[in-house]
């Protein structure tokens, strides 16, 4: 067997030996092609993926390569775990004897006798030659010869392979830029939320304030109950106090950080994370008492959202 020719150049990047790509973050959207040949046998595999909830394969190719199919399956298996998947495989065999023409006696003997008793039975005459005769259905058929399946299938499985790794290659990349951009959202959000947990204690501080001066004005000798203005001021604190709120929001974001940083397969752990992040955002908002602790609540609600936008691209 003659070594199997590459397309363009040479792939040496494989994902399953690569410890590295652990640490990696990749999208689920992503292209690759790759094209190997044998000889005058030529076959050339494309990949497109985008985002989706499973693993999604979706395959054409040639019917010669059908048998292949739950093979082809298996290996994309071993490069992605998520991502609705086309696989587009085209086969070229140019070498000689690689088709027949092959000509079905039976057939043409039962088409000639039938064509002779039609000109007995209605005195018809006329030359029918062997050129008339072939062009009856099915008695001249171009066949393809048999191939053997084991050294077809190692030249599928090489263009396979290397459309996959390239494909991987764009996840990858995608995946890393993702990354970057997530880890400046979640920078941003720790400055909103450090910014919600000082601002918090200055609003007990104003409110107290308020309060207090509320009631003087309302006294006509000035003289404040100090127990009365601290129970209110504790309960009015009970109300909008965020406290465990900020620091679960804190701990997701900071989990959220090293999954990113880990890298791996983890679209679906970041979206849970997302989800509720988001719900200790909405938790905030809605005991905010503050106009700048509700636009920072916005804005935090908006981060997270985007958040959320991307990390659907995220195997």
């Known amino acids: ?29 992503g292209f690759g092609r790759f094209e190997a040949a044998e000889g005058e046998k030529k076959i050339a595999v494309e990949i497109k993926s985008v985002n989706h909830r499973y693993l999604d394969l979706n395959m054409k190719l040639p019917k010669k390569l059908n048998i292949f199919e739950s093979k082809i399956r298996s290996v994309l298996k071993e490069y992605m775990e998520r991502g609705k ?54 008695v001249l058929t171009v066949e393809e010869q048999q191939v053997d399946e084991e050294t077809l299938w190692l030249l599928l499985e090489s263009a396979l392979r290397g459309a996959a790794e390239r494909m991987g290659e764009a996840r990858i990349r995608e995946g890393e830029h993702l990354k970057a951009d997530l880890l400046l959202k979640l920078e941003e959000m720790t400055k909103q939320i450090a910014y919600i947990e000082e601002r918090s204690p200055q609003i007990l501080q104003e409110y107290r304030k308020k309060l207090t001066n509320k009631v003087q004005e309302l006294l ?24 465990e709120e900020i620091v679960r929001l804190r701990s997701h974001v900071e989990h959220m950080k090293r999954d990113l940083k880990a890298g791996g397969s983890l679209g679906r752990k970041l979206d849970f994370l997302a989800q509720e992040m988001n719900r200790e955002a909405n938790t905030i908002l809605s005991k905010a008492n503050d106009i700048t602790i509700s636009e920072c609540g916005v804005e935090l609600k908006t981060d997270i959202e985007k958040v959320r936008e991307q990390i659907q691209n995220i195997e």
């Not at 079905?104 to 008339?132: C, T, V």
């Not at 006509?220 to 009015?236: C, G, P, Q, Y």
């Open 85 to 138: 998947v086309d696989v587009y495989i085209t086969y070229v065999d140019e070498s000689k004897g690689s088709t027949c023409v092959k000509y079905h006696h039976d057939l043409a003997e039962a088409y000639l006798a039938a064509i002779r008793e039609i000109q007995k039975e209605f005195e018809l005459s006329g030359d029918f030659g062997a050129s008339s005769l072939s062009r009856y259905p099915d």
């Open 220 to 243: 006509v000798d000035n003289s404040v109950d100090e127990n009365r203005i601290l129970t209110e001021v504790a309960i009015f604190a009970d109300k909008i106090c965020v406290d």
């Open 1 to 29: 067997m003659v070594p199997c020719r590459f397309g363009t150049a040479e792939n040496n990047y494989h994902f399953n030996d690569v410890e590295a790509a652990g640490s990696m973050v990749k999208s689920m959207t």
